[in-house]
């Protein structure tokens, strides 16, 4: 069964280092998502990403953060420099686009665990 | 999108069914409910959604009242590979898609 495969599984780096959360969505998707957990705390949603655009971004998703497709097969989140409270894990997600409208579900990795000293 | 309400957690018996309650009573015409759930620190696993009808699939069977205003999941012989926090989810099909999770029912099933 496809699935969302996501790299690394663990990150860890110093605060004000850049960082690239990588991310393979099922092929035939067209609509990629980044969510994040902090330890102890509720999902949330960071952007969405359609045709090569963001669709949709939140109030967490600032200046210092940035996502790309680079090719035809990977998504990525970069966090340019990265702060104490940006440990977390990072959820990339992805649907397809049904014809004719209707609503699609959305499919997750399993996270790339960040943590900044 | 509309709130959902879930209890905090749940206990279950292992092979038993597991009956997983969510008030969305602000929900409007055009929105779905899903079902996620989220085993430790793993990513959020889809399980089921629907709009006014019940819905199974190999999981679980999704039961909505009749004024949509609360939802039932049931997972019909639940094992201890369920046990998970579980997480419903109303959302409008063609405004925004992101997925607001609350913080979901913790499903403890015991042996």
């Known amino acids: 069964e496809p699935e969302v495969t996501q790299t690394p599984s663990h990150q860890v780096t110093q605060m004000g280092q850049e960082v690239i959360l990588r991310c393979v969505p099922i092929s035939n998707h067209l609509y990629f998502y980044w969510y994040r957990q902090i330890l102890g705390q509720k999902v949330e949603f960071l952007v969405s990403f359609y045709n090569n655009e963001i669709s949709e971004k939140s109030e967490i998703f600032d200046d210092q953060f940035s996502v790309e497709r680079p090719d035809g097969s990977n998504f990525t989140l970069k966090i340019r420099s990265t702060k104490l409270e940006d440990s977390a894990m990072y959820f990339c997600a992805s649907r397809e686009k049904r014809a004719g409208g209707g609503t699609d579900t959305q499919y997750f990795g399993p996270g790339t665990r960040l943590t900044v000293l | 999108d509309a709130k959902t309400t879930q209890p905090t957690s749940m206990d279950c018996a292992e092979g038993r069914a597991a009956n997983l309650p969510c008030n969305h009573s602000?929900?409007?015409?055009?929105?779905?409910v899903y079902w996620y759930r989220q085993i430790h620190s793993q990513g959020p696993q889809y399980i089921i959604h629907?709009?006014?009808n019940n819905e199974t699939n190999e999981m679980a069977s999704l039961i909505i009242t009749e004024d949509r205003k609360s939802s039932t999941l049931i997972l019909p012989h639940a094992t201890l590979r369920d046990t998970a926090v579980y997480y419903c989810i109303v959302r409008v099909a063609w405004n925004t898609d992101k997925l607001i999770f609350g913080t979901g029912t913790r499903l403890q099933v015991f042996p």
């Open positions: 602000t929900i409007s015409g055009n929105e779905y």
């Open positions: 629907g709009l006014k």
